[in-house]
């Protein structure tokens, strides 16, 4: 054992700076793996602890109160799933957040009153403004946070062109709606400004009905039996959620982050897997000699492996603890991020679990290399280790003969040290192909996000025009007519949005004169309607209603239903595909016709939106309600989104160098112990240390380039499967990212100049090896 | 051939030469004001007890080290002020080497060792190529044995593969570092006769030795002792056989107390 630790002490020593790469690399491994355990394995619970605390229904059903009665309620509490139901008041308005982190967002907000008694659904007040306030109200934490609007601070709903003003008087952590995906959103009156509410709109009364469910059943069949109870009573579902569509949407990006960093922690694994053997049959060849002294002295194999495992299993579990350190810096900002984003918190607690499996799957992932690289010391020979007969194989034929290869010497000896470094090359090709696979990613990203926004944009967003114009007129064709006409318009083209009934489901629609004029085509299947009886419906609701392009679907809208021949399946993420596309004949049949519509107006330059506004107002002033820049908001939307991209190309371009660094150090250091005779042979006879420099950077090229290149271009391939099962998360069906291959090429020349140049730094001690020393030896 | 003409002109000139190691606190000086000449077409032979300096002295005047002070005048350019990479540059095609360790690269076959240093130079390949097969004719070295690798041949056969890549860029010097101290009996003479051939065609050699049989087959024997050239003495053209000449070494090596 004593002997054993000696030996193990001396390899240590021996491959002190190798080792310590090798344990960056697991640094970085641990890192990343146990964020991304983290978020998997605390998040979760902590969503389902806080649903708990709060007594947060299973589901919610929004109904008018008018439709609301007894009747009603004493059938949804007959249900044999339901277990409790406690009806909510509410008024239901869609409202245009002012100054909503910079911008107008319009989103369905339910006014609650803050003094009603809750059973279910309760809320825990984070922050409350100092003082008492003007006008208070209470918000939840996603609007406070995302939007950002401090205790004390004025938040303004526009409701049908008119301005509500608040005072923020706390911040509430609430499970019921979340964020803005979930299309609906509550906020919280007290009763004094809840009535001054009711009584200026006049309208928009709701009751919330929360119900909590018995365990174990499926809410989604419970809430299709309660919109059919619903139905019955004559009482139309305006909303519904159950908790798992809620925890769906709040989860997504978290969801999604945690699958990207568990695969970057499955790419680095692979790489220090490959590393870490590497080393191991590198000193082996290194020590050829030793191992056989060692075993000429009586050392057993074992011994002798178990030594030469020690010092990389030490580092590893050393390492992999300092990594899940690091991550607990790094979370609390990743947290905040993601909490701001899915409108609750949690905290960065400490995760045992995490951690164990985090330290021991990378210790145990390196004993485990380590050891079976190791075991070729068993089939060693004494004789043959003190021979030296070591890398016999490779030696037999000599390749890319002087005499015959064309080209100059120093191309041909780069590709004889290129051809005897076998073991070199695969770690090398490894590691390239794997890191490729990020930089193809982030190219993908650069191109798709930066060069052409409009493809994520067009991908994430519904039809973007660059100015909405709410106008009053009835003459909705002069109207259009005359601001078509007006200097700096390109297209103007009516469109409205509606809350709709498909069949059982709330659907959003979306009705235009011609979808065929539109910007953003997202119909991904069958084609967008064209006349009055035709309709395209969202992924969602083709799921959920079971049918497809070919089917009827009725539409309800107030009283009013109507069947339409579906032609299409359309995508919204904004919508979670909860959404259909209706003609402008096809909705003025259900309306009766005698609604006004917006009017979407594309510019010519869209930077000119506001410019445009003002003409608009000047030319026909009165009859314009309201004027929305809406190209300022996309662009915003767009810079938040190229923000993020930037981001997260640096980041892999960071990783990715620092992953071929610290991988370039070892293989470098390793041909600098094996080939110190060598080169200090060629220095005698003639070579310059600079040739030598580049000799050895130039042996790592060809597989640096091949590696690179291959796996760029199976990129091609996978990248397009990747961005649909991420778009596929989300709810795309249809994006509109493409692979551009001159990107890619760049993206990956720029990965090997980097590498190239980071060879060439670490090849430079080279220079220093001299002829005389080595004679000297 | 450029090394058979005038053969009195002098191709190497040291003037005073000091060379000292420091170790520790302590400064060693291993060479010490050190004048020499050598002359074009000359068979030097180094000599001196262990630790003299003899190789220290060798690789100083190869422009492989650099002295601590003093002048190395090599083909008419001081080397002393060189950089690295230039005295590497200078060393291709001015210096060739033989080492008692031999020093092949052991990754490839024994034909592409001598490329190496052939092919560095310029030059048609072709005609290196050749040159080289002829090479390793005159050593005797037939083809099957120099495409064979390092680790697959005798120590003699080595040694004349090092020899072969030594000289396929016609030096204007050939310096060996005790080119026999690894080799036995067979091989050395082996050895030894490939130098006298090469010296018969006018190469200038530097060789440094502890072996009598060696230092015979120089035509100058310079004996080493304190880093300063203690003694010095003029062999004449080798014969084999040649009783006189033996008897001359031996007094002069008693001489100097060897
Ligand atoms: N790099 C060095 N640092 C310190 N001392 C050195 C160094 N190189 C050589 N020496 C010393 O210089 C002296 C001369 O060394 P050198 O190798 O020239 O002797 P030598 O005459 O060739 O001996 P040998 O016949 O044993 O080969 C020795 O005492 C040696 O210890
Ligand atoms: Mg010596």
Redesign the pocket.
Known sequence: MKQISHLSLYFFKKDKKQILSFGMIILITALILHLALVLALRIDPTYDRLSDELHSADIDMVIPKMTDSAALSDAVRRHPSVEQLERQRAILQKAVMKDFRGTDFELNILFYNWDDPRAMHRLSCRRRSEEAVQNPIYLPLYIAEFGEYAPGETITFSIGGRDFPYTVAGVVQEMQYGNASAELMGVFLPDAQYRQLTQALEGGEVVNYAVRTGEGADRQTVLTDLRKTAEEQQAPVLFALTRESRKQSRMMVTNLLTVILAAFAVIVLLVSIFLCRFRIKTTVAEEMAQMGVLKSLGFTSGGIIAAEVLPYTAAALLFSVLGVALSYGLLPTLVNVLALQAGFRFDVAYSPAALILTVALLTVVTLVFTWLAAGRIRRLLPIAAIRGVTDGRGMKKNRFPLAKTPGSVHFTLMLKQMAVSARQNVLLFVVLFVMTILIAFSGSLFYNGIIRPDHLMNTLSDESPDVILQVSSSDIAGMKRAIGSLDGAEKVLSYAIRQVQVGDENAVAFVCEDFSKTQNDGCYEGQNPVSGREIAIGSALAERLGCGVGDTAVVTYGDTSRSYRIVGLVQSVNNRGEICELTDQGFAALSGGKETHSLYVYLKNSADADGFIEKAQTACGGEIVSAVNAAKKQREAQSLYMGIITVVIAVIFAVTALIVLLILFVIIRSMMTQCRQEFGIYKAIGYSGRQLVAQTAGSLMPVTVAAALSSALLGLVWLPAVNHAIFGMVGAMKNHMEQPVGILLLFVAAEIAVTLLISVLLARPIKKIEAY?LI?E | MKNSENKNHILLSVRHLNKS???GDAE?T?INDLDLDIRQGDFTVIM??????????LYALSGMDKPTSGSITFCGEDITSYSADKLAVFRRKHCGFVFQQIYLLDKMSLMDNALTAGLLVGGKKKETVRRAAALFEKVNLPEVTWRKFPSQISGGEAQRAGIVRAVINRPEVLFA??PTGALNSNNSDAVLDVFTELSRDGQSIIM?T?DKKSALRGNRVIY?RDGRIFGECDLGEYTPDNAARTEKLNAFLTEMNW
């Open positions: 020393s000297k | 190691f420091r170790s060693q291993i001196g007890s262990s630790g003299a300096g003899k190789s220290t002295l570092d005790e440094v502890h080493l």
